[in-house]
């Protein structure tokens, strides 16, 4: 996949945080991370307090903290410093609750304000925060609050009665459930807006420890059941000093994170992140809407904008006319994560908002951004980058007895050194899942990848993607980005079936492009496209079409999913699954 380098101008190497990437990889070390904070004032360490309270602390309690949008297009704007007192109040019901430090909470609501209130305040007070998609059914919600052991929940009257009442009393872990919206509360629960207008707006930040366990996030589903992965007050360094290499984040910039905090990404980078680092956060109540967030980049003058490359592809669907009556001249920066970002996407970022969009690479596990280019970087398409500074990555043969360095070019499996501070602690309950994780001083990220002459780093695939063909070892995002560049596909998720004589072959689904439909005469163009792209040997043999893709909330194609049904395999968990239209 050779795309020409995008070259950063000197202007905009000049205006990067860090404008000279190569000296930072040299010097970071993880405790200069904890200068960028200010520890509580009686010692220990706490997110919220880092995110919230140290801002006002500085002077800068004015400075706008989060503004909302609504669906129906109204706004809400709270200051650092109104932020402060809200999650005060919100700190104070959960200690009239009776809900102590180390007690775990669940949430469970859209992108509304209560929920980011509800987010810092439960850290504040010294609980565990664990948030969930609003849109999970009741079998999900009942799993997690189960493996995470909820003892509070935070969601809405409607979600409630719909989907947790009916349960509620077989969870003993469970005491109290508030409701946000509600004016007054049905039998066993706190009606929130009531309650926070009683609660006083100070509170004093618990004497949470660095490693006082803080989030718990389940992992998207993609390859299997969620793992609850947790991690402690200490990530916040991570998000501190990573928000500011990958992302370029400074004190009031206005900063736009589409993710949902019910996946890692929209919490990490949805709320701590751009806080720690002063920023203004853009939180948009409603769902991806091609009108809406060009007309929301525009008039919010949004100047660094974290999305996922399945919006991305949304966009390019929708072709670059439609972003044509925009005008996106405040972005500066532009950054993805979640899935493979096709070079297509990237080289499409220049062309429609004059920036390039920047791959980054993390899990859920490693709670922070492990892999990216820097805001003065160059960028090779297709590739993610270089792990940032303070984290070594490597790409290693697992298959023998000990692990062996792949050197340049050759496929392996991307690794960690651990030691930084956001990286998960324990997956809940899962001991033996956890400890596989760790060889020979490594984490294993069950991602496969390369690493070329310079260090970039280029995903080829999850392990249990790769496809092995007549000899070839082939990695799904490879053919994936080929087939995204026929005009006529919009999408693509590639897997292996079996073959007796080729071990397996490549079967590719597609969905297309607005004014093509499907044929057999499109369907042998884009065979012949991806076999001319990639040779006979990789080339899918067959492509389906499909009206979308199976996908989870976080907007990742689950490709096993694909491949089970094909071979007639059990589905196994399915609850993260979204659209699923064949
Ligand atoms: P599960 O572990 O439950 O199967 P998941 O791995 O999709 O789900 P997440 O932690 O949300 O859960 O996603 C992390 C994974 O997403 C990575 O391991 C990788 O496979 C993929 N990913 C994230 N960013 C990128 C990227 N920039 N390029 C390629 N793949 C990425
Ligand atoms: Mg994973």
Redesign the pocket.
């Known amino acids: 996949m050779t795309r020409d380098t995008i070259r950063k101008s000197e202007a905009d190497r000049r205006r990067a945080v860090l404008p000279d990437p190569a000296a930072t990889r040299q010097s970071f070390r993880w405790e200069d991370a904890g200068a960028m904070l200010d520890g509580l004032p009686g010692g220990g360490l706490n997110i919220a307090f880092e995110a919230v309270d140290r801002h006002v602390a500085h002077g800068d309690g004015e400075r706008l903290a989060l503004r909302w949008l609504g669906k129906d297009g109204s706004t809400r704007d709270l200051t650092y410093a109104e932020l402060m007192r809200e999650t005060a109040r919100f700190a104070n019901v959960l200690r009239a609750h009776g809900l102590q430090p180390g007690d775990r909470l669940l949430s469970l609501m859209g992108r509304e304000v209560a929920l980011y209130v509800a987010a810092l305040g439960t850290l504040k007070a010294g609980l565990v925060f664990s948030p969930l998609f609003s849109a999970f059914g009741p079998e999900p919600i009942r799993t997690r609050m189960e493996i995470g052991e909820a003892n509070a929940m935070v969601t809405t009257e409607s979600i409630y009665r719909r989907k947790i009442a009916p349960w509620r009393h077989e969870i003993p872990s469970l005491r109290t459930v508030f409701l946000a919206d509600a004016t007054a509360a049905p039998e066993g629960c706190v009606a929130l807006g009531p309650a926070m207008a009683d609660a006083a707006d100070r509170f004093e930040v618990a004497p949470t420890a660095p490693d006082d366990m803080a989030l718990i996030h ?10 609850g ?1 947790v991690h402690v007050h200490d990530a916040v360094r991570a998000h501190a000093a990573t928000g500011r290499f990958a992302l370029n984040l400074r004190p009031g910039a206005v900063y736009w994170c589409t993710a949902d905090p019910g ?3 929209g919490t990490s980078y949805g709320i701590i992140s751009p806080l720690v680092n002063g920023a203004t956060m853009l939180v948009d109540e409603a769902d991806f809407d091609l009108d809406r967030w060009y007309a929301t980049l525009e008039r919010e003058r949004v100047q660094i904008w974290y999305t996922a ?1 399945t919006a991305i592809r949304m966009m390019m669907r929708a072709g670059v006319e439609a972003a044509q009556p925009y005008d996106f001249s405040a972005l500066e920066f532009l950054a ?6 096709n070079p297509e996407g990237v080289v499409w970022g220049s062309e429609v908002f004059g920036r390039p969009f920047h ?7 490693t709670g922070g951004i492990m ?1 990216a280019n820097m805001a003065a970087e160059d960028i090779r398409p297709g590739s ?1 980058g270089r792990p940032l500074p303070g984290i070594t990555a490597g790409v290693v043969d697992t298959s023998g007895k000990t692990l062996r360095d792949c050197p340049p070019g050759e496929i392996g499996e991307l690794a960690l050194r651990p030691g930084w501070p956001s990286m998960m602690r324990a997956y809940l309950n899962e001991p033996a899942r956890y400890a596989k994780a760790f060889r020979d001083g490594w984490y294993l ?3 496969l990848a390369m690493r070329d002459a310079e260090g970039c780093f280029w ?1 080829v695939g ?1 392990a249990d993607d790769l496809i092995k063909s007549s000899g070839h070892l082939i990695g799904p ?1 490879e053919v994936e980005s080929a087939l995204i560049e026929h005009p006529a596909v919009a999408e693509a998720g590639v897997i292996g079936l079996p073959d007796e004589t080729a071990g397996e072959v490549v079967r590719a689904y597609v969905s297309l492009n607005p004014g093509y439909t499907p044929s057999e005469g499109l369907e042998r163009e884009i065979r012949g496209h991806a076999r001319k792209r990639l040779g006979a040997a990789v080339a899918p043999r067959e492509v389906i079409f499909r009206n979308t893709l199976p996908k ?1 909330r ?1 907007g ?1 194609i689950m490709r096993r999913l694909l491949k089970a049904r094909e071979l007639g395999l059990p589905e196994g968990d399915i609850s ?1 699954l979204e659209t699923d239209e064949t």
């Open positions: 389940f992992t998207s589903g993609t390859t299997g059941r969620p793992k992965a996946w890692v990404t490359p993805s994560v979640g899935e493979p970002l791959d980054n690479w993390w899990q859920t596990e892999i993610m990220s069950g991602d995903f999850r995002f989870t976080s990742k993260t």
